[in-house]
């Protein structure tokens, strides 16, 4: 791809004008220079540019039920719980020409809103009576083929899912997602791992046990290790709802937090995914193990999960990332802003997630845009979510002339961008130096939604 030269372009936590980036042919980015050192760029005028956002939890099939949860259910008062019934019904329709439509929906809107790359939490593997299909992958491979199409970068993680939980009758919702023994499992993220789509680095595939609900210990304690001996990504729901640390207390004597690390389950390349309903000595265990923390407020505050405590995160020194999750909503920045707005609602104060030891005007948007780039890409595995020499040529560019940032001056740009940015102000997306979104279009986009909008099926 040409040299591109934007008004201001995003590097090391500063807008800096003047400034052309350089790709080289093999989608990495070569060097940001003086504009003047780039004499054949071509010019962005009133654009800014930024690395690429990564989402850190998603699960692109939900997409489908997107409105259709916003009602009371015939239970008397709704829940978590009550959502899951719903969304497991609607999960359990699709077919498998459906999962790749579904999925290829969930990654356009991703791509739209400055999404580069998705760690994609992928729980279906079965047909819709249990039964195994030759491929084993099939599922995951057309989620993958989705992400691929659409142009963005996918990291599934391919979930572990034994049980309906501790004591509890099986669920006959989930018999697509359950695959009985660790043996069983690691079989089948073996043969993943050895798909040709996965050898490129634009997929690559990492473990999921989807809870301590959903997989008991001795099961854990087979997956993790494969995962960590092969270096790859481990994600895991944690602690989501009060509920799930009841039954693991129950269980285990234990709280999930607990268990992981007194199991030895916890390391740097693990992700909690939500760790809501967590102790200070929790906290102080996830921080010890440099793991981290995914957050996903815009489905929290759907699911009415909780607020997770990020301000005690960051005391700690515990990396966050973010999530789209359900796909209620798929715009990872009002994920960031929420990240800091549950918490002064909580605690009726302002710039709670402020550093302690930065004044200037961009500090805490910093801090939260780190969450949705920098901490994203490590919590998925790969070098993403900044743009120096030798990192992905992953990044979009905003109009800088969008009534929702207009008159930003540069030091306070990055604060404009981070709380108040529409996302009709995305302009262009580039993944691996490939345009996939231009002027705010993906050149497939009707194609995608003609055929999403076909797929839906009146629900029963
Ligand atoms: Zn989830």
């Known amino acids: 791809m040409p040299s591109l030269w934007p008004d201001f372009v995003y590097v090391d936590g500063q807008f800096l004008s003047d400034r052309a980036i350089v790709c080289d042919d093999a989608g990495k980015i070569n060097q940001v220079v003086e504009s003047s050192e780039?004499?054949?760029?071509?010019r962005l005028q009133n654009r800014a540019l930024l690395p690429g956002i990564v989402n850190a939890h998603s699960h692109a099939l939900q997409r489908v039920i997107r409105g259709r949860t916003e009602r009371r259910s015939q239970h008397t008062s709704d829940s978590f719980w009550t959502w899951r019934e719903q969304m497991y019904a609607a999960a359990n329709r699709l077919e498998v020409e459906d999962i790749y439509t579904v999925s290829r929906m969930a990654f356009l809107e991703m791509a739209l809103t400055g999404i580069t790359a998705v760690g994609e939490f992928h729980y279906i593997h079965h047909a819709p009576d249990g039964a195994t299909y030759s491929d084993p992958n099939l599922l995951a491979r057309e989620v993958i083929r989705a992400a691929r199409d659409v142009g963005i970068r996918i990291a599934l993680l391919r979930v572990a899912y034994a049980r309906a939980g501790f004591e509890t009758e099986a669920n006959p919702l989930q018999v697509r997602f359950i695959e009985k023994s660790p043996e069983i499992y690691l079989q089948h993220l073996e043969q993943l791992l050895s798909a040709p789509e996965l050898q490129d680095g634009v997929a690559w595939a990492g473990v999921a046990p989807h809870s301590v609900r959903a997989v008991p210990l001795d099961y854990l304690k087979t997956i993790v290790p494969f995962a960590n001996e092969r270096g790859l990504p481990v994600h895991m729901h944690v602690a989501e709802q009060p509920a799930e640390v009841t039954a693991c207390i129950e269980e285990y004597g234990r709280s999930p937090v607990a268990l992981l690390e007194t199991?030895?389950?916890?390391?740097?390349t693990f992700t909690a995914v939500h760790a809501i309903h967590v102790t200070p000595k929790a906290i102080g265990s996830i921080a010890r193990a440099r793991a981290s923390v995914c957050a996903c407020p815009t489905t929290e505050r759907n699911l009415g999960d909780g607020v997770v405590p990020v301000d005690a995160y960051f005391k700690a020194g515990v990396p966050v990332s973010l999530g789209s999750d359900s796909q209620v909503q798929i715009d990872l920045l009002e994920d960031a802003r929420e990240l800091e707005y549950h918490l002064r609602l909580q605690q009726t104060a302002r710039n709670v997630l402020a550093p302690d030891d930065d004044a200037s005007s961009s500090a805490?948007?910093?801090?939260?845009?780190?969450c949705a780039t920098i901490n994203g890409a490590r919590s998925i595995g790969f070098n993403g979510g900044k743009l120096e020499a030798g990192a992905p040529a992953d990044f979009f560019t905003v109009d800088l002339d969008d009534p929702s940032i207009a008159g930003s001056s540069p030091e306070d740009l990055l604060a404009n961008i981070v709380f108040s940015l529409s996302r009709a102000a995305v302009r262009d997306v580039v993944v691996g130096g490939q345009m996939i979104v231009e002027a705010g279009r993906h050149p497939d986009q009707e194609p995608?939604?003609?055929?999403?909008?076909?797929?839906?099926r009146p629900s029963a």
């Open 364 to 370: 805490l948007a910093r801090r939260l845009f780190d």
């Open 448 to 456: 995608i939604v003609e055929e999403f909008k076909n797929s839906l």
């Open 38 to 42: 780039a004499p054949g760029a071509i």
């Open 263 to 268: 199991e030895g389950l916890l390391s740097s």
